[in-house]
């Protein structure tokens, strides 16, 4: 009897290592890397950062995952109203972003971006160091990563707030919901985290506006999507002091033109949307505890509302 087929379509070398641990953990399925020619008919389950255009081939298709936690890059319209698509909740791609967002956080803290423009300038000079209680942090988004973010930041002794599209409750933040509550939140940020998932609500949120919201001085970590900042408004924003320096893992389009000011600006610090990157072994871990969830009939994890956007 054949085994059932399940296709990855992403990075072939982080393949090769999910391959690997199926070959462990599930033998009973047979793990293929795209393309694949012939057989369609055994595929039950599809792994893919962005769906192939004719999923039509695959009749037996039971599930569909996205290799990243965020799905914006995923082309619904391919995807059959009826199949579930999962994105990606994994502990690996938690704690890369936790780390990230820390460096990020505690770079612009304590001036890094700063230090670097005098180093290059052989300019000796040092700045009054603030405590973590004077700085508020305020992260973007309270989903899998804002929250995770914000459990480690507390822990340093900044004042944490937090705001989404609905209400929470968390432990030692300030939650704020909707965007009634956006400005309260802006005005109390002295450092703004942007773990937002990139939809039609969310696409440019970044701008002038938002920026003349904050505190003057305040400072940017985006995290999210590129499609979130306004860059002309940032570049603005920077040259007259309204905000002191911002860290950008996210850009559009990635990379950025060659001559594009965000390479050379000297409170940008770039980088190449590495922020966090799914872990093959914690990854597969969580694929296979949903499709046996989804043999046993119970509920799945990360599923995407498809009328939300995330
Ligand atoms: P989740 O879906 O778990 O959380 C999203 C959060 O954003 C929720 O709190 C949600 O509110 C909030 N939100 C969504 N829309 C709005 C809105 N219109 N107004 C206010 N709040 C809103 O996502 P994750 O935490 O897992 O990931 C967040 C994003 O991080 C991803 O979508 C992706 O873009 C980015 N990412 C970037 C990576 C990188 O390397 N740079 C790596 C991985 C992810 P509510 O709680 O009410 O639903
Ligand atoms: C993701 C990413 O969304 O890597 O997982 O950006």
Same mark, same amino acid.
């Given at each position: ?35 694949? +020619? !012939?057989?369609?008919? @055994? ?10 255009? +004719?999923?039509? @081939?695959?009749? @037996? ?6 290799? #990243?936690?965020?799905? =914006?890059?995923?082309?619904?319209? *391919? ?21 990230? %967002?820390?460096?990020?956080?505690? !770079?612009?803290? &304590?001036?890094?971006?700063?230090? &670097?423009?005098?180093? &290059? ?13 004077? *700085? ?11 929250? %995770? ?21 968390? +432990? ?15 005005? &109390?940020? =002295? ?9 039609? !609500? ?14 003057? #001085?305040? %400072?940017?970590?985006?995290?999210? *999507? ?9 570049? %603005?924003?920077?040259? +007259? ?7 950008? =893992? ?41 499709? @046996? ?14 009328? *939300?956007?995330?």
């Amino acid at each position: 009897m054949p085994r059932p087929i399940f296709l990855y379509k992403a990075d072939p070398v982080r393949g090769a290592e999910w391959a690997e641990c199926f070959e462990r953990k599930a033998p009973e399925l047979e793990f293929r890397q795209w393309p694949l +020619d !012939a057989e369609a008919e @055994r595929v039950r389950y599809l792994a893919a950062w962005e769906p192939p255009q +004719d999923l039509a @081939r695959f009749p @037996r298709l039971e599930l569909v995952f996205s290799v #990243g936690a965020g799905i =914006d890059q995923f082309d619904f319209a *391919r995807v059959p109203p009826h199949l579930p698509v999962l994105r990606m909740v994994e502990p690996g791609i938690v704690d890369g972003m936790v780390e990230y %967002a820390t460096l990020a956080v505690l !770079a612009l803290h &304590r001036d890094w971006p700063a230090y &670097r423009e005098q180093q &290059r300038d052989r300019r000796w000079e040092a700045h009054r160091v603030r405590t973590a209680a004077s *700085r508020r942090v305020g992260v973007l988004g309270l989903g899998m990563l804002g929250r %995770a973010v914000l459990d480690k930041l507390r822990g340093f002794g900044f004042p944490c707030a937090g705001w989404s599209r609905s209400a929470h409750t968390i +432990d030692g933040v300030d939650c704020y919901a909707g965007p009634d509550a956006l400005p309260a939140f802006l005005a &109390r940020t =002295d450092i703004l985290v942007c773990l937002l998932p990139l939809t039609a !609500a969310t696409r440019g949120i970044l701008d002038a506006r938002l920026f003349a919201a904050l505190p003057s #001085g305040a %400072a940017l970590v985006n995290c999210g *999507r590129g499609g979130h900042l306004v860059q002309d408004d940032l570049l %603005a924003a920077l040259d +007259d002091g309204r905000l002191s320096a911002a860290v950008l =893992d996210v850009c559009d389009p990635e990379p950025p033109a060659p001559g594009h000011p965000f390479w050379h600006h000297p409170r940008i610090v770039l980088t190449p949307h590495i922020a966090s990157m799914t872990q093959p072994g914690t990854a597969v871990d969580a694929v296979l505890d949903n499709i @046996r969830r989804h043999r046993a009939g119970l509920a799945l994890t990360g599923v995407v509302e498809r009328q *939300r956007g995330y």
